[in-house]
């Protein structure tokens, strides 16, 4: 069993910059790849990023891509998702979610990620 909790969201400007952190425990962070996914109240959990268990290899969603950097520290069991140039549509709730075994794998799909967190609340205002 994996638990993750999001924290780092809130409500900022359009253009401006949020780090979200997911902590985990339970076992080895380092056995499981790690991801974003994020929703919007009555859509479906979309994809955002998604970084492999060595760190090595990430991938985003077109709509992120180059806006947003994932990364992982595996001593501190924590992966952060770093967001510049927010727009209002980035708007949604953030969930961390942990899965996959492929030590260079990075997953973008939602059925390879075994837990999930609660979600953080993230706001952009125009």
């Known amino acids: 069993q994996v638990q993750l909790v999001e924290s780092g969201g809130g409500l900022v400007q359009a253009g401006g910059s949020l780090i979200l952190s997911c902590a985990t425990s339970g076992r080895t962070f380092s056995s499981y790849g790690m991801g974003w996914f994020r929703q919007v109240s009555g859509k479906e959990r979309e994809f955002v990023a998604g970084?492999?268990?060595?760190?090595?290899?990430?991938v985003y969603a077109d709509s992120v891509k180059g806006r947003f950097t994932i990364s992982r520290d595996n001593a501190k069991r924590l992966v952060y998702l770093q967001m510049n140039s927010l727009k209002p549509e980035d708007t949604a709730v953030y969930y961390c979610a942990a899965g996959g075994s492929n030590y260079y794998s990075a997953y973008s799909d939602s059925h390879e990620y075994d837990y999930w967190g609660q979600g953080t609340q993230v706001t952009v205002s125009s």
């Open positions: 970084i492999s268990r060595s760190g090595g290899t990430t």
